[in-house]
Structure formats: C-alpha cells, structure tokens
Nanobody, 119 residues
Framework: QVQLVESGGGLVQPGGSLRLSCAAS????????MGWYRQAPGKERELVAD???????DYADSVKGRFAISRDNAKNTVYLQMNSLEPEDTAVYYC?????????????WGQGTQVTVSS
C-alpha cells in the first residue's frame, strides 16, 4: 500500500507565497508522474501542475509564471512553490502520484490541504 501525506497549506494574503509538499511512503519501486490538483468550492477538480520522471513539467495557464513544481526522487516527494498568490487560488490542493510497486501500477491521492488567499 502507498500513502501520500501533504503539508504546507494555510492562510496567506494576496501576493504572498506558500510551498506545498507531498511525500509518498510504502512499497515504492518507482514513481512516474507526480502532480498537484486543486478543487475550489462548487468547482471540479483541476490540474495545477505535473512533473514526469524525466523532469518535464506542465502547468495550467492560470498559474504559469507564478507556480513551480519540483520533485526529489530520493525522498519520493513533490513540491509546489506558489508565488504571487491570488484569491482565485483558494482551494483544497491534492497531490497525485502514479506509483509502481512491483507488479502493480496505480495512481494515488493525498488527503488534501487547504490553501486560502485572503486579506
């Protein structure tokens, strides 16, 4: 079994910064794609950013130039540096990883961490 644990959410003023972390634990042989999604009240969950095993990244248009995703393969951890935060970034942020555990390959979700941008 694989578990993802997120940290780093909170309340921040517009223009501020936060850094989210998500660490995977359990039986892990390799991790392909790591990503961050978010879900605001009344809206569907959407992709914020992801990073593949080769370091290639993809971002939602709304966060390009403000957010940066990175990964530490030795720690099975993905990060999301969020700068110039806006009220529209308020949401629950979820990490997602596609993990190979021997013969099993599956996607896993973290429990979510709340990010609130407000003055």
């Amino acid at each position: 079994q694989v578990q993802l644990v997120e940290s780093g959410g909170g309340l921040v003023q517009p223009g501020g910064s936060l850094r989210l972390s998500c660490a995977a634990s359990g039986t892990i042989f390799s991790i392909n794609v790591m990503g961050w999604y978010r879900q605001a009240p009344g809206k569907e969950r959407e992709l914020v950013a992801d990073i593949n095993s080769g370091g290639g990244t993809d971002y939602a248009d709304s966060v390009k130039g403000r957010f940066a995703i990175s990964r530490d393969n030795a720690k099975n951890t993905v990060y999301l540096q969020m700068n110039s935060l806006e009220p529209e970034d308020t949401a629950v942020y979820y990490c997602n990883m596609y993990v190979s555990s021997g013969s099993k390959y599956a996607g896993y979700w973290g429990q979510g961490t709340q990010v609130t941008v407000s003055s």
